[in-house]
């Protein structure tokens, strides 16, 4: 997807393992998002940031953290991960509230 | 009751028919109503973007909204077998500092028969 970029694309890594998914942006929005997707609950959102260290709690954030240093990178870690972390992560950008969100292509994670 | 509410389907259809596809919500704060598409493995991408009631078109596209029902919908002329996809309505809310996320429904699986 233009302007967005996640990695990686695929992980697979074991229960108890800290893992680090990155969005990247090169459309220089101010806000960023991390989304899960999982059959029978849709997306969900994780957390996000609307500004360079500026983070906030979504629906499901319990069991991950994230960082923003630049405008252009925001990172979702999973401090211990668990086999209900397996998902599709979606990372989105927005370049302010009420505009529409572009999405990345999704990073498909396996904890086993 | 969850706040956004969208049938999963799977909604099959012959190609050229007009799809309608519907989400109800329950927060009537909700302000910005949107409509992703999303195929097999990839990321959902924005289709329509409204925050008034009323319809609004684009190309084979219509969003309708109406607000004192807390019903949307998306209407599909000529449907098409690219068309097939998941559909996914998006609800905004935006009040006091930050961004707050898009409330998505979990999606209807549209399927177009050619």
């Known amino acids: 997807d233009a302007g967005i970029t996640q990695s990686p694309r695929h992980k697979v890594t074991e229960t108890g393992t800290p893992v680090t998914l990155r969005c990247h942006q090169t459309e220089n929005h101010r806000y960023m998002y991390w989304y899960r997707q999982d059959p029978g609950h849709g997306l969900r959102l994780i957390h996000y940031s609307y500004g360079v260290k500026d983070t906030d709690k979504g629906e499901v954030s319990d069991g991950y953290s994230v960082s923003r240093s630049k405008t252009e990178d925001f990172l979702l870690t999973l401090e211990s991960a668990t086999s209900s972390q397996t998902s599709v992560y979606f990372c989105?950008?927005?370049?302010?509230?009420?505009?529409?969100?572009?999405f990345g292509s999704g990073t498909r994670l396996t904890v086993v | 009751q969850k706040e956004v509410e969208q049938d999963p389907g799977p909604l099959s259809v012959p190609e050229g028919a007009i799809v309608s596809l519907n989400c109800t919500y329950s927060?009537?704060?909700?302000?910005?109503f949107m409509w992703y598409r999303q195929y097999s493995r990839k990321g959902p991408e924005l289709l329509m973007y409204?925050?008034?009631?009323g319809n609004k078109e684009d190309g084979r596209f219509t969003a309708q909204v109406d607000k004192s029902s807390k019903y949307i919908s998306l209407f599909i002329r000529d449907s098409q077998p690219s068309d097939s996809a998941t559909y996914l309505c998006a609800i905004l809310i935006t009040s006091g500092g930050g961004a707050d996320g898009l409330t998505f429904g979990k999606g209807t699986h549209l399927i177009i028969q050619p």
């Open positions: 927060n009537s704060a909700f302000q910005y």
């Open positions: 989105a950008i927005s370049p302010g509230r009420g505009y529409g969100y572009t």
């Open positions: 409204t925050y008034s009631s």
